[in-house]
């Protein structure tokens, strides 16, 4: 595994051993306090003086626990749990020394906190191997006292023995039991890692339907609009030369009424040709045509869109300002769908506020070789807890059957498409602005 995978590793073991190490601190204060009941049993005459020993030791575990509650102690926690394990055998061997030397029947609790370092506790092998060498020259300094312990057989040699079993038996579990958590942690993190990759295929695949499913939408209206061109061309064209001729009568040069009325006419259907042209344009786009592909003048794409929202920003002040120069490179039918969504959608915020003067400002300025729009409105904005989440697909705070939630992710991906960013800013209750950029024709 890599260096920081490894950093995590002793993060993670740090956290278990403080906790695991405290838990174990408390069950080693109940044996040792149980232990008056052995001593009463193997040294009655002692109990007092052994009794007053095991509380005091316990008191100093209790001291360790509480440094373990501490930024410092679990700094510390190799340390202080090597201690309190220790704590325990400098007792016993103290007991060992008092008492019967080798053959004094608390030998076998040193063997408890050898067989804790390596199987219970989570200690690596130079932890157990060091607390299992000071317990073994603990146990020989305490037969010392006794020396008649000393022989080459009887109880000294088999404890001796046993002692030695039991470290080299601990050395091993610590090795293998250190070596089978890292190897967990090194799933544990693969899993993580396939997680992670997992739910980025799935936002990518959550995108990809989303916007196939724009596709097929705008198909279906791009074949619709290319029949209703067709279809209706033909009737307004027809209405279009009626009308000329009609005003072209002399009966109509003398009313200024009827003459006034032909040439509103004349200019509604020439609107409804427009509407049907932008539509194709919007919506049709053969396969073959890529994103950033041709030069187009931006403020036309700005005329089409505002005619097709044109029925929703009824009654709201379209401001713009462009500069003279607006010839792009890129997808003209997509900007085209950028600036429908953008602009609808910020038609449709000023209808949910009681606004004197509903506006929405667009404007663009050029900066270096891209051109970036900024489309401004003085409606309700956008509350902070949404405004990270309006580019993510299907979401929508609309009611159910107003709108899958596709139109700013798919704006945003067709802006960076043609190598740009689309940005959200806002402030509740004053304002929204929707900026990107398109690059400069060349």
């Not at 109940?30 to 007092?48: E, K, R």
């Not at 958590?181 to 890692?193: A, D, G, Q, V, Y």
């Not at 997808?331 to 209808?351: C, F, K, M, Q, S």
Request: net charge neutral.
């Amino acid at each position: 595994m890599s260096k920081e995978n490894y950093s995590g590793y002793k993060d993670e073991i740090q956290q278990y051993r403080v906790d695991f190490s405290r838990t174990c601190a408390y069950i080693a204060i109940i044996l040792i306090l149980l232990g008056v009941g052995l001593d009463y049993v193997l040294y009655p005459h002692m109990q007092a003086l052994f009794g007053s020993v095991r509380v005091f030791v316990s008191l100093l575990i209790y001291c360790v626990i509480l440094a373990l509650r501490t930024k410092w102690g679990q700094d510390r926690i190799e340390v202080l749990s090597f201690v309190w394990l220790l704590l325990p055998q400098i007792m016993i061997t103290w007991m060992i020394a008092v008492t019967e030397g080798a053959i004094s029947p608390y030998s076998i609790g040193l063997y408890l906190a050898i067989f804790a370092s390596s199987i219970a506790l989570p200690f690596n092998i130079w932890h157990n191997f060091v607390l299992s060498c000071i317990t073994f020259l603990l146990y020989i300094a305490a037969c010392s006292f006794h020396p008649e312990s000393f022989v080459l057989q009887g109880a000294f040699v088999v404890n001796t023995l046993i002692l030695l079993f039991i470290i080299v038996v601990s050395a091993v579990a610590a090795y293998y039991n250190e070596r089978t958590r890292f190897m967990l942690f090194k799933l544990k993190t693969e899993l993580s890692r396939k997680n992670i990759q997992l739910e980025e295929t799935n936002k990518n695949l959550t995108q990809i339907k989303g916007y196939m499913l724009q596709q097929e939408k705008m198909a279906a209206i791009g074949t619709l609009a290319a029949g209703l061109l067709h279809e209706v061309n033909n009737p307004v064209n027809y209405s279009l030369m009626a009308v000329d001729i009609a005003l072209e009568d002399p009966v109509i040069k003398t009313s200024t009424s009827l003459k006034e009325c032909l040439v509103d006419a004349k200019q509604g259907m020439k609107r409804v040709q427009h509407i049907v042209s932008d539509l194709k344009i919007f919506a049709y786009r053969p396969k073959e045509t890529a994103a950033s592909s041709s030069d187009f003048l931006f403020e036309k794409a700005v005329d089409s869109a505002l005619r097709l929202v044109g029925h929703e920003t009824k009654g709201i002040a379209i401001i713009r300002e462009l500069p003279a120069d607006t010839l792009v490179r890129g997808d003209e039918a997509a900007i085209i769908g950028v600036l429908v969504n953008l602009l609808g959608n910020a038609a449709l915020a000023l209808r949910t506020v009681d606004r004197a003067d509903p506006a929405i400002h667009l404007s663009a300025e050029w900066r270096g070789e891209r051109l970036h729009v900024t489309v401004h409105d003085n409606g309700p904005g956008i509350p902070s807890e949404n405004l990270a989440r309006v580019f993510e697909p299907f979401f929508t705070t609309r009611a159910i059957g107003q709108g899958l939630g596709l139109g700013l992710s798919i704006s945003y991906r067709v802006i960076e498409q043609h190598g740009g960013r689309l940005v959200a800013k806002s402030v509740v209750g004053e304002w929204t602005k929707m900026i990107f950029d398109l690059p400069r024709a060349g």
